[in-house]
């Protein structure tokens, strides 16, 4: 191959790399996709941005109905709510979020005796923004956990935060 023709192909798949994580970076999900059964996990909700440059100033998720009890942890600069008849069904978070800058939302979930190793959780998130709302919603791609890398799968543009269970260690 041409040495001009060698360093174009290689400043190309550069670039595919370089710009491939910051278009998997572009959704709501958690930090931690992949975790062991246990009756009870810890994790993060990772937001990346806000809304088409307006900054976030509410979190909604929605539980699934395997997460028996929900404990998010203090954020600084973040109020926390928790709505639904008995058992929370959604946890809210409410503050501001710069729309340039991530944040993670850590919380601690008690999980329901019947769930197994390779189910997969879905806990949909709205984010509100000061002008606009994103909706990470989707449940019928893909789920993120199943990407080999634990990686967004990009199938839709609005993917629902999942984690895949794993066995026990």
């Not at 944040?103 to 509100?128: C, H, K, N, T, W």
Request: proline letters at 11%; a positive charge.
């Amino acid at each position: 191959m041409d040495p001009s023709r060698w360093m174009l192909a290689s400043v190309v798949i550069a670039a595919g790399l370089i710009a491939a994580p910051a278009q998997v970076a572009a959704h709501v999900g958690f930090v931690k996709r992949q975790i062991p059964v246990a009756a009870s996990v810890e994790t993060q909700l990772r937001t990346p941005h806000g809304c088409n440059g307006s900054p976030t100033v509410r979190l909604r998720m929605r539980l699934p109905k395997t997460v028996t009890a929900a404990r998010p942890h203090p954020k600084p600069g973040w109020s926390i709510s928790m709505s639904g008849e008995g058992v929370a069904r959604e946890v809210i978070w409410t503050g501001r979020l710069p729309a340039n800058q991530s944040a993670d939302f850590p919380i601690s979930f008690d999980l329901d005796a019947s769930v197994r190793p390779g189910d997969v959780l879905y806990f949909p998130v709205v984010q509100e923004c000061e002008a606009g709302v994103l909706r990470w919603i989707d449940m019928k791609g893909r789920p993120s956990a199943e990407t080999p890398d634990g990686e967004p799968d990009d199938e839709s543009t609005s993917p629902a935060p999942s984690i895949k269970l794993l066995p026990r260690r």
